[in-house]
């Protein structure tokens, strides 16, 4: 019989062969945090790449103690604000954007473009078009708001208003917001 030490390293790592198989959440090994977050402040940081980095791709995942969305990029990571607002507006003309949740928080990446050089767009993720619904414990929906002279910007509506953090993977280039439960 396998000691609880061998069994969570088997569910472990049982779980990180089916989120690559699944083309998951990470193709390198980036341990999740045990404890949810805790801060509400607003989390900015700031970038200048060289190259002003695409946002291609969006996704969301449960963990044990927080909900998670994933932005891929191109190139190097652009930078980011993440705050809580009471509404979420677009970008350029300010017209209010109305999507499921008690509590919001806008994410917006800059420098940062989800097109081409054609102006076609390059983000296929979830919200681009209409409201995604991950009906996660927190995160209850997401919206692209705009992509707008060199910000891309997302709006998450939220069960109730929780922490959350954000950070950065590389190989491929991704900014990951969490939010507890």
Same mark, same amino acid.
């Given at each position: 019989m396998p000691t609880i030490a061998q069994r969570r390293r088997l569910a472990g790592l049982l779980t990180a062969v089916s989120l690559v198989a699944a083309g998951g959440l990470a193709t390198e090994t980036v341990a999740a945090p045990a404890a949810p977050p805790s801060d509400t402040s607003?989390? !900015?940081k700031t970038r200048n790449p060289a190259k002003i980095p695409r946002v291609v791709d969006a996704r969301f995942g449960k963990h044990k103690a927080y909900d998670r969305v994933v932005f891929d990029l191109t190139g190097k990571a652009s930078g980011y604000n993440v705050r809580y607002v009471s509404t979420l507006r677009q970008c350029g003309s300010?017209? #209010?954007v109305t999507? $499921?949740?008690k509590k919001f928080l806008s994410i917006t990446l800059e420098p940062a473009q989800a097109h081409d050089? #054609?102006?076609?767009?390059v983000y296929r993720g979830p919200g681009q078009n209409s409201t995604a619904n991950p #009906?996660? $414990?927190t995160l209850r929906s997401m919206r692209m708001l705009c992509d707008f002279e060199g910000q891309v910007a997302f709006g998450l509506g939220l069960k109730r208003k929780a922490?959350?953090? !954000?950070?950065?993977?590389s190989k491929p280039t991704r900014i990951y917001v969490d939010v507890a439960h």
């Open positions: 607003p989390k !900015v300010g017209k #209010k999507i $499921p949740g050089n #054609k102006g076609r767009d #009906k996660l $414990p922490g959350f953090r !954000v950070g950065t993977l």
